[in-house]
């Protein structure tokens, strides 16, 4: 158990809504992360938060938001979805930022299929 | 931009055989590269890191050395177990910037049979 946690674990929606993906980072973490893991794209990096700011960005559709409450924990919010969107979504969270031995800790995913 | 590439699978070998997943990457300066680990519906784990030029990293009888003169960091077992079928992911994470992202390779399934 990596003490990053994600719900729900399964989502099941239909193209055209709008869902909610959330996690809570391990004690103590400032830094999230979340990445979409898909068939044809792999693991790719979505967008970083670092104590409530945006840190980085990845390759994040407009259609596609987050944010990281004061309590740490953070949200990824899709909206307009398409089949392509149907992907394993991973929340991730470390401990420093600017640190060599900054290890990412891996919650279990938000499994979302889009039908 | 940094990027990943890393031997695609599957790999299907028996208990007690030699395992290489090869990996090599392209970045700006000297990243830091890493192994994750994904079992069977579970998330990524961290399997071991390297953080500089011939730095060695090591767990769980899995080795992989940074070979900044072939941009590689190729991992290796001496002898794979049953347990260690899941799928393997080479990372980088770059040396420019305050962006701490890891970019991944497409991940290689491994699967040992008793």
């Known amino acids: 158990d990596s003490g990053v946690t994600q719900t729900p674990k399964h989502l099941i929606t239909a193209t055209g809504q709008r869902v909610t993906l959330r996690c809570s980072p391990r004690?103590?973490?400032?830094?999230v992360y979340w990445y979409q893991q898909s068939l044809d794209q792999g693991l790719q990096f979505l967008i970083q938060?670092?104590?409530?700011?945006?840190?980085a960005k990845g390759n994040i559709l407009e259609r596609f938001s987050a944010q990281q409450f004061p309590d740490l924990h953070s949200e990824l919010n899709l909206s307009s979805l398409e089949l392509g969107d149907s992907a394993l979504y991973f929340c991730?969270?470390?401990?420093?930022?600017?640190?060599?031995?900054?290890?990412?800790?891996f919650g279990p995913g938000t499994r979302l299929t889009v039908l | 931009g940094d990027s990943v590439t890393q031997m695609e699978g599957p790999v299907t070998l028996s208990e007690e055989a030699f395992l290489t997943i090869n990996c090599t990457y392209t970045a700006t300066g000297y990243p830091s590269l890493f192994w994750y680990v994904q079992y069977p519906g579970e998330g990524l784990q961290l399997l071991l890191k390297a953080t500089k030029a011939d730095d060695k990293g090591s767990n769980k009888g899995f080795e992989a050395t940074y070979r900044k003169e072939t941009t590689s960091f190729h991992l290796e077992k001496g002898s794979v177990q049953v347990s260690d079928s899941a799928v393997y992911f080479c990372?980088?994470?770059?040396?420019?910037?305050?962006?701490?992202?890891?970019?991944f390779g497409k991940g290689t399934k491994l699967t040992v049979n008793p």
């Open positions: 938060y670092y104590n409530g700011e945006e840190r």
């Open positions: 991730a969270s470390s401990a420093r930022i600017l640190s060599s031995y900054n290890e990412q800790f």
């Open positions: 990372a980088l994470r770059g040396a420019q910037g305050g962006s701490e992202k890891l970019v």
């Open positions: 004690s103590g973490d400032l830094s």
